[in-house]
């Protein structure tokens, strides 16, 4: 039987035992906390603004652009709307003057 200090690995050739004192697999167990809690306060902020907060902002910034761009785009496309009814109205109008006069 093996004991609390042992992991064992299955593979194709059979198991590996690796003998971790409680001492090192506790430190093991410590250095990979320290790391997550590194990155977790990377990501969320520890103070100050973290990964998530500004990357939201961009976001926001993004729609409100998006917003903007999409008036200017509708405005755009309404003066382009007028132009063209405008300039075929006045093809329609000139053409029927033309043939009126023969």
């Given amino acids: 039987m ?3 200090d042992e992991i064992g690995v ?12 409680v001492n090192e697999f506790q430190r093991q167990v410590l250095e990979k906390l320290g790391s997550l809690e590194a990155k977790v306060d990377m990501i969320v902020g520890n103070g100050q603004p973290g990964r998530m907060t500004l990357a939201e902002e ?6 409100k ?3 903007r761009r999409t008036i200017y785009d509708r405005i755009v496309i309404a003066g382009i709307t007028f132009a063209v009814t405008f300039a075929v109205s006045a093809l329609i109008a000139w053409r029927s003057y033309l043939l009126g006069m023969k």
């Fill in 58 to 63: 961009r976001l926001m910034a993004l729609e």
């Fill in 10 to 21: 299955g593979e194709a050739h059979g198991p590996v035992v690796v003998r971790l004192g």
């Fill in 2 to 4: 093996k004991s609390m």
């Fill in 65 to 67: 652009n998006d917003l």
